[in-house]
């Protein structure tokens, strides 16, 4: 009896301590909202960490909402000025960009040639304007002299090569990181879209609950082992 007892008391006192050490390990994970575009490789990068991966305009409505976070990884300047602008976050520093290309379904069965007169009649899916895919896709189909009629505008890049991918779209326009990680796609490059990429931004929450852990994995974006495994995503340099 005093066998199982002294057992009993061990295997408590194991439990007590593995539940205490994760306890640990959360109070020092950060909380990072981040660009959609990221979900792949922000978890190779930096694993002890807890993610929220959406397009930035929404990140920005919810730090300013009242959403805790301790770091912001934005896909263009423009939603970082916002957070900015609002009081929300630190001063940001840039640690990649990305450009976006044409994709389709496997085979491009709608025979799209690229961002031309083969997109008449077809069902292309974008970003919504106020994200940063959305945005880009604007300014590049300008600067193309074409004019974008979309099926349906996304929230986030990730939905549009869904929606691609599974054939619910003969095109989309996303990023080239994003393409290249798809399943079930083709990738279309868009003349001038790499020499006009979006820059992603990163800084620290105001009144984050980990300033020092944020702090922290920002500066691990931007060093040697975060920028190659960037570079290996497709992402390219900060200019």
Known sequence: MRKLFALAISAGLALTGCTASRQETEKTQPTVFAAASLGKVLPEIEPNASYSFDGSSGLVDQLAGGARADVFLSADERNMNKAVEKGLVEKPTMFATNYLVLVTPGGNPAGITGLDDSLTGKKL???????????????????????????????????????????????????????????????????????????????????????ETAAQFIKKLTQEEGLAKLKAAGFGPPR
Do not use: F, H, M
Request: proline content about 8%; charged content about 20%.
């Open 125 to 211: 899916v974008v970003c919504a304007p106020e994200v940063p895919c959305g945005a880009a896709s604007l300014k590049l189909a300008e600067r193309r002299g074409v004019t974008l009629k979309p099926i349906s505008e996304e929230s986030k890049v990730s939905d549009v090569v869904g929606k691609v991918s599974s054939g619910e779209a003969d095109a989309g326009l996303v990023y080239a990181t994003d393409a290249a990680a798809a399943k079930n796609v083709e990738t279309i490059p868009v003349p001038g879209a790499e020499e006009n990429p979006n820059t992603y931004w990163a800084a620290v929450v105001k009144g984050a609950g980990q300033p």
